[in-house]
């Protein structure tokens, strides 16, 4: 990667979502990751919850084994989850808050209140050679102390900002997001974002220069209903690309 390069993660939770609506094996989120890094995605992201609402075990082996891109493995910080992610060793895990009753990740994880707890976990991938990212809100202080766990890299939430109306507020919460990411960048750590970023937030995003992922799912999975899922890939790609150059 070049220094003026982004990756783009594409998460494929959703392609399980509609598979287990009506169970069988169809869609495949396998057969969706193939083709997302087919048309230029650079990693696929899976969120394996507690309670496998999407994405099961079973998906995580088989993409395991079959993509040579880096996986990243969206995951509680729990005792099973490390074990799981212990044996499967992702490329990349990134911790996320997880509550059963939420229908999405509602906001990023409090490294500050959880640091003791978030230790052993942040150890325990590392040592297996799995590249941790916390998941957080662009506050510095959440920063500051994922720098202190040894993670290799930060996602910024950017759901508050893409669910903002234009206007001073909206602003404002890029705002956070820039000076975090200078901030996330100064300590060493890789900065990524992600959560609800559609082309233009994604275009938005991507010019910021010390950001240089983002990982993106429900958009392009919602979008592909009306373009196919490599065309909307092709046409975020090249969006993110435009806008860092």
Do not use: W
Not at 52 to 63: E, G, K, L, P, S
């Amino acid at each position: 990667m070049t220094l003026s390069s982004i990756r783009l993660g594409v998460n494929v939770d959703h392609v399980a979502t509609l598979r287990n609506a009506r169970g069988g094996a169809h869609p495949d989120p396998l057969a969706a990751a193939l083709l997302a890094l087919e048309s230029g995605a650079d990693s696929i992201t899976v969120h394996l919850r507690e309670d496998r609402r999407h994405i099961r075990d079973a998906d995580v082996v088989a993409m395991r084994k079959a993509l040579s891109a880096p996986i990243n493995l969206e995951m509680a910080a729990t005792p099973e989850m490390t074990e799981f992610a212990k044996g499967i060793r992702p490329h990349a895990a990134c911790l996320v808050p997880e509550r059963r009753a939420e229908v999405t990740t509602e906001g990023g994880l409090d490294a500050v209140g959880l640091e003791a707890e978030l230790a052993p976990v942040v150890a325990a991938l590392r040592s297996v050679g799995t590249r941790v990212s916390l998941f957080l809100d662009p506050e510095l202080a959440q920063v500051e102390t994922a720098a202190r766990l040894g993670a290799g890299a930060v996602e910024l939430h950017t759901g508050t900002y893409c669910e903002a109306a234009p206007g001073p507020a909206r602003d404002r919460e890029r705002q956070r997001l820039i000076e975090a990411a200078r901030r996330v960048a100064a300590l060493g750590l890789e900065c990524h974002a992600g959560h609800g970023l559609d082309y233009t937030t994604a275009a938005e995003m991507a010019a910021v220069p010390e950001i240089i992922e983002l990982n993106i799912g429900h958009f392009l999975m919602g979008q592909a209903v009306f373009d196919g899922l490599g065309a909307c890939i092709r046409r975020m790609k090249t969006i993110m690309t435009e806008a860092r150059s």
